[in-house]
């Protein structure tokens, strides 16, 4: 079945640090790939989106590019800030046809911590 | 616009009762998704409703769960005879249409809590 792996939090980086959250999928045919963010007390906010390989989704100086070869949609910002302090969830939506589509698949949630 | 509302946001019930969670779509909505997300966990998927109708409920409990989202009014999260492993957030999204390219707009949540 279709499945999302993030990289190991909680990250803890100081403001205006760059950033790198790692996140793989496993898939068959071309998911769409999303990246969420979930403030405390609060339900998850899309972030960015990408729906075909090499597609780049970026948002409020966060990117991330559909790399198919490597089936991963790394989360990058060059600068952090402390607002940016949240959980990250890299997500995929299996394509028509498939048995998940419509559902989204998460990963299992990355902590940022941002000092300033 | 408002956004997906759920209510409560925060529920308590006793071993042995029933919790019953809403969750109003964002306008112009009819796709519905119920997720939860247990302590220290990603969210897993539960449930998919269009208006009348389950879709997919694989990620369903076999028992004590259900769901419902009628032609009018709120979509239903049921959970009968709640246990302690029932406690965690209770996510709803809705999207405008299906598809694995629409994106998914999340309310706030429900946590449930069992005494």
Same mark, same amino acid.
């Given at each position: ?19 790198? #959250? ?60 402390? *607002? ?33 | ?48 409703? @269009?208006?009348?109708? #389950? #879709? ?18 709120? *979509? #239903?999260?049921?959970?009968? @005879?709640?246990?302690?492993?029932? *406690? ?6 809705? *999207? ?7 994106? @998914? ?11």
């Amino acid at each position: 079945g279709d499945s999302v792996t993030q990289m190991e939090g909680p990250v803890t980086l100081s403001e205006e640090a760059f950033l790198t #959250i790692n996140c793989t999928y496993t898939a068959t045919g071309y998911p769409s790939l999303f990246w969420y963010v979930q403030y405390p007390g609060e339900g998850l906010q899309l972030l960015l989106k990408a729906t075909k390989a090499d597609d780049k989704g970026s948002n409020k100086g966060f990117e991330a590019t559909y790399r198919k070869e490597t089936t991963s949609f790394h989360l990058e910002k060059g600068s952090v800030q402390v *607002s940016d302090s949240a959980v990250y969830f890299c997500a995929l939506s299996a394509q028509a046809g498939g048995t998940s589509y419509g559902k989204l698949t998460f990963g299992q949630g990355t902590i940022l911590t941002v000092h300033p | 616009n408002a956004g997906v509302m759920q209510n409560p946001r925060h529920l308590v019930r006793r071993r042995g009762q029933e919790a019953r969670l809403r969750c109003s779509p964002m306008k112009g909505h009819s796709h519905v998704y119920w997720y939860r997300q247990l302590p220290e966990e990603g969210l897993k998927f539960m449930v998919y409703l @269009q208006k009348e109708n #389950i #879709i997919d409920e694989s990620g369903m409990p076999k028992e004590r769960f259900s769901a419902e989202f009628p032609k009018e009014g709120p *979509s #239903i999260l049921r959970i009968q @005879q709640v246990v302690r492993g029932d *406690s965690a957030a209770y996510f709803c999204a809705s *999207s405008r249409r299906q598809g694995g390219e629409q994106p @998914q707009h999340f309310g706030d949540g429900t946590r449930l809590s069992i005494l």
